[in-house]
Each structure stands twice: as C-alpha cells, then as structure tokens.
C-alpha cells in the first residue's frame, strides 16, 4: 500500500504524511528532505544549478533517510554525515527548489525513491510519500492520492512557526515571498510540476487541525483496504 500526499510549501504534508505512516504502522518517505539534501550539496560545493553540474555531482552523492522506528522521524544522512538540522534552514530548501528542476537530479531521486518504496511495500509494509510529484509521477499507481493546499497566509504562519521553533529568525513577509517563489518555480517547472494527479483527492487544510487530516488520510486507507 502505498500512500501519495503532494502539495505546496506549508500545506500539511509533513506533519499529516509522518502521522499518518505511524498510525498505519509504515514508512514515512520524505522526498522533500531527500531534494533538501541534495541542494545542501550544490550548495556546499559551490555547484552552479545546471544539468552539467548535477550529472558530475549526483552520482557522488549517497542519501539516506534513518526512520526511527518509535517516531517516524527520520535522520537524514548526506554522504553518511548527519544533515538532519542542516536542511530545514531557508536557503538548503530554496536550493532543493533549484536542484529539483534538473534532470539527472529528478532521475536519481525518481529510481531510489522507488527503491525504497518496493522494499518497504514487499515485507507487506504501508509507505506514505510526501513531496510534489507523488501521485503524478513516481507512484502513479498509488491506491490513495491526496493533495493538501491551503491559504498562503496559512502555509507562511505554519513555515515561520516551524523556523522559529528551530531558533531561526522568521519574518512572515519574508517566508510568505520565499515560499511563493519556491511554489511559483515548482509549478512551472518543465520535469515532474507541482500539480494534482487527476485521480487525487484534494483536501484544503486551512482550518484543518493535524488530527483532522490525518484521521481523512487514515479513514481513506481503511476504505481501500
Ligand atoms: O517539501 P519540502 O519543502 O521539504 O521540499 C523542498 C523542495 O524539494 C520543494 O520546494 C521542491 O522543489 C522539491 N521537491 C520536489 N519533488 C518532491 C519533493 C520535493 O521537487 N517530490
């Protein structure tokens, strides 16, 4: 069983796609991290954005999500080394919105995703996959497709509430601008675009609470069971 959840910036995904997978007992994939990771290493090497750049880098990167088995939180290993923190910060998710258009970055991230997906579903495991091209692209036979969205002055409190809580300064006008533009470059994209799967539900978490979506996400699966 496999479970798709797609949307933008500060939609929900996260905390309903870790929630989620730990009531069904599965594993929570955060795709996002995995692009996070990877824009942490442009970043860190000083790679320009390009095609050319990311066929010489990608292959020398190893990524590596870690569930701890009580939580569904995950440590994210870069290389073996621990960049769990290191990609929460604003400038490692504008860079994964940048690395994520090229190809040879989408193609690695595409094949090991599924990897990790066939491991899980054939020891009879659920998987719930959170990022932008879930449902459209790397699972398309997903069972269970939801696409979160809501009101940006929502998606900008929660992201601002998010890096506040991790000690970062967070002016909401600057976040509302930088999630934007990361939505704005994910849509347009030409390879895998932020968009619904046609045959996702779209669930709109404004006035949502947590609970409440993860209990639609968890009553869903129940009913394809
Ligand atoms: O979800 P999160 O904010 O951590 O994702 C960071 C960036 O990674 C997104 O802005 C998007 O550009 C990229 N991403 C993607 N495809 C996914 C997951 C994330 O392109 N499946």
């Known amino acids: 069983m496999i479970v798709a959840i797609d949307g933008p910036a500060g939609s929900g995904k996260s905390t309903t796609a870790r ?16 692009f ?14 390009t095609d050319a750049a990311a066929a010489v880098l990608v292959p020398s990167l190893t990524v590596e999500l ?3 088995p009580d939580t569904s939180a ?7 080394d621990d960049v769990t923190e290191r990609i929460r910060s604003g400038p490692a998710a504008q860079a994964a919105s940048r690395a994520a258009s090229l190809g040879p970055v989408r193609d690695a991230m595409l094949r090991s995703q599924r990897a990790v997906a ?14 932008r091209d879930m449902g459209s692209v790397v699972f398309p036979d997903a069972p269970v497709k939801f696409f979160l969205i809501a009101d940006i002055e929502a ?11 991790r000690g970062e300064t967070a002016d909401v006008d600057q976040v509302r ?10 849509q347009n994209r030409a390879l ?24 639609r996400v968890v009553q869903t699966v129940r009913t394809v069971q």
């Open 66 to 68: 870690d569930p701890h």
């Open 177 to 186: 601008a930088e999630i934007a533009e990361r939505d704005r470059r994910d």
């Open 36 to 49: 996070r990771a990877i824009g942490l290493a442009f970043l860190d090497q000083d790679q320009p954005f």
């Open 19 to 34: 929630r989620a997978a730990q009531r069904l007992g599965g594993l929570y994939l955060d795709t996002g991290a995995m």
């Open 118 to 131: 066939a491991d899980w579903t054939s020891h009879g495991r659920a998987v719930v996959a959170e990022g």
């Open 74 to 80: 995950l440590t994210v290993r870069l290389n073996g």
């Open 155 to 165: 998606r900008a409190q929660r992201r601002a509430a998010d890096l506040a809580a």
């Open 192 to 215: 895998a675009p932020l968009q619904a799967a046609p045959d996702a539900i779209v669930l709109d978490t404004t006035a949502l609470t947590p609970e409440e979506q993860v209990e």
